[in-house]
């Protein structure tokens, strides 16, 4: 591999001859060797829309000229469209405050930005200055890494939650709801503590999933709201030294342009470098989405159970063996799927709460923690509700024989019979037939509490599902 020497506030290093990363950048790369997890790539897409925008806001305030400003657009633009993926290698064990991370993508846009305007940047020495971008003095310019990370994470929390995680939330609601409707005339045993309940149809139970569904994708929508403020424009420590008097509110109007995605001005910059409550928050949104995925998966793993030694309600699709040693055996894969997904956002939830909590003074610096977290919650949400949507719950069946025969015979039918022969007595038939194995209503004759034209005008299943 050939090398090339850069130099930076500290000397000279070898830098790869074929990357557009510089001096900082390596030094990083070099010290930072820790684990396998890498700075996300959504996390560079965001920087690039920032520095984009940075770039056209600091033309437009008189302080970069238009040639250095439009190398900067293209350059960010190509790492947009993914052409210059290989250089961002850092991992996210890093500084807490991802300054790394920021000279990193200073470094490439700059060096690139220099090549786009006929420069050379590894021969720094004979490139004329006015075709030289520096990744301080031009492609830094107004900003700090202690607003700019911050601001990038925030991009892209609302990017990826607006983009890649509601669709997928609000398909897997349509598809739950499908369900509801096409179960709603399937009368069936109710279950509370695990034991026997009052009927239901299969409809409105998965009415319940539906809402859930619905009601955690409105908690995230609401949490959204305050991450959309970003703290571009704070610099180092909030005072906003450096920058442009309306640089935040020029980046956030830039930002909603060209994203199409409303972004807004934080208005008190200390507050938007060391706080993350509205991270903590919106993964605190995205733990409540992991619950209620969980309680679904556990109920129609529950009701799948079987095939013959459990409840048996409804089929799940068979999607692979579920056994090296047991022929036939089919597993809910999907469901087991989903909760694992589900403890590990829960598990990031308390990440990002803990790491949320220890920002000292001006800046909180695990900031890329969060990002990782965050990140990692989008995504396994996203892509685990469309796994189990089109693996699992499109597919379900009903069993009515089985849903019928466990109906008939749940002894909380005597529910019905409470207004006629009052609570004790009602207790007493559902009591006798349990110890004597007969049904609800050879108890209820045998004891005497009603007749049997009072018991089939009392104890119909279909009049139970809705309010008298």
Request: aromatic share 6%; charged share 20%.
């Amino acid at each position: 591999m050939a090398f090339r020497i850069e130099k930076d506030s500290m000397g000279e290093i070898q830098v790869p001859d074929d990357k557009y990363w510089g001096a900082q950048t390596e030094r990083s790369y070099e010290n930072f060797k820790i684990g396998v997890e890498k700075m996300p790539m959504q996390i560079t897409r965001a920087f690039a829309m920032l520095k984009q925008a940075c770039a056209i806001a600091n033309n437009k305030f008189g302080k970069l000229d238009e040639r250095r400003m439009n190398a900067i657009k293209q350059a960010c633009d190509e790492i947009l469209d993914g052409k210059l993926d290989g250089n961002f290698p850092l991992a996210i064990w890093q500084t807490g405050s991802g300054t790394q991370s920021n000279m990193n993508m200073n470094e490439v846009i700059a060096n690139r930005s220099t090549e786009i305007l006929g420069g050379n940047f590894r021969d720094k020495a004979n490139t004329p200055k006015e075709n030289l971008v520096h990744p301080n003095d031009h492609v830094n310019m107004s900003q700090s890494s202690n607003d700019t990370f911050p601001t990038a994470l925030h991009i892209m929390a609302v990017v990826e939650t607006t983009n890649y995680l509601l669709p997928r939330l609000c398909e897997f609601e349509k598809c739950l709801l499908a369900k509801s409707e096409e179960f709603k005339d399937i009368i069936k045993n109710g279950r509370t503590h695990l034991q026997d309940a009052t009927p239901l149809t299969l409809g409105q139970e998965f009415s319940g999933y539906a809402s859930m569904i619905t009601h955690s994708k409105k908690h995230i929508e609401v949490a959204l709201e305050s991450v959309r403020e970003i703290a571009i424009g704070g610099t180092a420590v909030g005072t906003g030294l450096n920058s442009p008097k309306g640089w935040g509110a020029e980046i956030a109007q830039t930002l909603t342009e060209k994203t199409g995605i409303k972004f807004i001005d934080c208005p008190n910059k200390f507050y938007g470098l060391t706080s993350h409550d509205s991270l903590v928050a919106l993964e605190g949104a995205f733990a409540g989405l992991a619950a209620d995925l969980m309680k679904i998966a556990n109920d129609i793993r529950w009701l799948a159970s079987g095939p013959r030694g459990g409840l048996g309600e409804i089929t799940i699709p068979a999607n692979e063996p579920g056994s090296s040693i047991m022929p036939g055996k089919v597993n809910p894969t999907q469901c087991e799927a989903v909760t694992m997904v589900a403890v590990q956002v829960m598990g990031n939830a308390t990440t990002i709460n803990m790491a949320a909590s220890q920002g000292n003074f001006e800046l909180n610096v695990f900031q890329p923690v969060v990002a990782h977290n965050l990140l990692q919650s989008i995504r396994l949400l996203a892509d685990v509700m469309v796994s189990f949507q089109e693996h699992c719950v499109a597919g379900i069946t009903a069993n009515k024989e089985r849903i019928q025969e466990l109906m008939e015979r749940s002894l909380m039918l005597v529910t019905a019979l409470s207004p006629l022969v009052g609570y004790d007595n009602a207790a007493k038939i559902a009591k006798y037939a349990h110890a004597q194995n007969k049904s609800l209503r050879e108890a209820a004759l045998e004891l005497g509490l009603c007749t049997e034209e009072q018991f089939n005008e009392y104890v119909v299943p279909s009049k139970m599902i809705h309010p008298q």
